[in-house]
C-alpha cells in the first residue's frame, strides 16, 4: 500500500456522484446492478436479572453497591435486528437507527435504555471495524478480475491523519505527573495558548507526512480524500492496520495499540465493485454485481442487507418505524 500522489486515479467517482443529498448517490457511483448496506454493529449493556441503573440511579447508589454492580456489567456486540427486537421496532434496508432505538425527538439516541432493561449503544459512524473489514473484503476480492489491484480512498476531515501550519496541534497526548516541574510546564503551555496570535504558524505533525498533508486531494461532492494503493486481498486479513501506511504510530508512542482508520471508498482496478463508508453513515454501502451482493448479505459475519439504486439513507427515510 503506497500513496496515490495523482487524484485524478479517483476522477471517475465523480462522474457517477450526484450533487444533492436526495439518495445515497452523492458518495455511492450509480450504474451498478445491485447494492448492499453493511450494518455497523452497535453495542448492548446488561446486568444479570435487573435493568441497568440510570444516571441518577448509579449516583444515589452506595459506593459499595455501584462497585459491585460495575463489576457485572456486560459489555457486548449488538446486531440491529436485536435491537429491534427489543425496543419493538423493524430492521429494514432503510432503517435508522435513532428510529430503530425509539428515541424521542430532541432526546439522545446513542445511548438508549430498552424496555427489558439493556442499555444500546448507536453504531460507528464512518467506520467498519478492521474484522468486519476482513470479511467484507474476503468478498470483494473473490468478486474482482483484480483482486491484488485498487485503491483506497481515506476522507481528509479525520482530525489525526493530516498535520497542518497552524499555533495548535493536531491533536494532544495529555500526560500527568507527581512531579511539580513538569505540571508548571504543563500548566505553561496551556496558558501560552492564548498568546499563539501572536506567533508565526508552525508545522503540525499529523498521522501523515506533510508531503502528503499538503498535496491536493480527490474532491467528491463536500468531501476531500487522500488516496493510496490498496487492494480487496490487502484488507482480507483483519492485520492489515499493522501494514497500512496510516497506521496511527504517533498513539502507538503514547501507549495506545495499534489502529488505522478504515477505507472510506474501496474499488478495484476493474471497478468492479465500490465499497463505501461514508463518515456520517452508520452503515458500509457495497455496489457490485447480484453476486457480490448475494454473498454479502448471506454471510452470518455480518449483518448486510440488499438496497435499490436510489435509496435514501437520511435521518426521515425511516417509515417503517415513524
Not at 458518495?27 to 453495542?43: E, N, T
Not at 435493568?51 to 453497591?65: A, I, K, N, S
Not at 497526548?173 to 506567533?199: C, I, K, M, Y
Not at 492485520?239 to 495499534?258: K, N
Request: proline share 9%.
Amino acid at each position: 500500500m503506497e500513496w496515490i500522489a495523482d487524484p485524478s486515479a479517483g476522477a471517475w467517482l465523480r462522474e457517477r456522484l450526484d450533487d444533492e443529498w436526495d439518495s445515497m448517490h452523492v458518495v455511492v457511483p450509480r450504474g451498478y446492478a445491485a447494492y448492499a448496506r453493511v450494518l455497523h454493529p452497535a453495542a448492548v449493556r446488561s446486568l444479570p436479572d435487573r435493568p441497568v441503573p440510570t444516571g441518577e440511579e448509579w449516583e444515589r447508589m452506595p459506593d459499595g453497591e455501584r462497585e459491585r454492580l460495575f463489576g457485572l456489567l456486560r459489555d457486548e456486540p449488538a446486531t440491529w435486528a436485536e435491537a429491534a427486537a427489543a425496543f419493538g421496532s423493524v430492521r429494514h434496508p432503510l432503517a435508522q437507527w435513532q428510529r430503530i432505538v425509539r428515541t424521542p425527538e430532541g432526546s439522545d439516541w446513542h445511548q438508549r435504555v430498552s424496555p427489558d432493561g439493556r442499555e444500546f449503544t448507536a453504531p460507528e459512524e464512518g467506520r467498519l471495524a478492521p474484522e468486519a473489514l476482513a470479511v467484507v473484503a474476503g468478498h470483494l476480492a473473490a468478486h474482482t478480475t483484480t483482486p491484488d489491484a485498487g485503491a483506497a480512498a481515506l476522507w481528509e476531515g479525520w482530525g489525526d491523519l493530516l498535520g497542518h501550519l497552524g499555533h495548535e496541534p493536531s491533536r494532544a497526548f495529555l500526560t500527568f505527573s507527581d512531579e511539580p516541574a513538569h505540571e508548571r510546564v504543563l500548566g505553561r503551555s496551556f496558558r501560552d495558548s492564548f498568546n499563539n496570535v501572536f506567533r508565526k504558524p508552525t508545522w503540525q505533525e499529523g498521522i501523515l507526512s506533510r508531503e502528503i498533508s499538503e498535496a491536493p486531494r480527490l474532491e467528491l461532492p463536500g468531501r476531500g480524500y487522500v488516496l493510496f494503493s490498496a487492494s480487496a486481498t490487502d484488507f482480507a486479513d483483519p492485520g492489515w492496520v499493522l501494514r497500512a501506511p496510516w497506521r496511527d504510530r504517533p498513539a502507538e508512542e503514547h501507549g495506545f495499540p495499534p489502529s488505522a482508520h478504515s477505507p472510506s471508498i474501496l474499488w478495484p482496478a476493474d471497478r468492479a465493485w465500490v465499497m463505501v463508508s461514508e463518515i456520517d453513515f452508520d452503515s458500509t454501502i457495497v455496489a457490485g454485481s447480484p453476486e457480490l451482493i448475494a454473498a454479502l448479505c448471506a454471510d452470518p459475519c455480518l449483518e448486510a442487507l440488499p438496497i435499490s439504486e436510489g435509496a435514501a439513507l437520511t435521518w426521515d427515510s425511516d417509515e417503517a418505524n415513524r
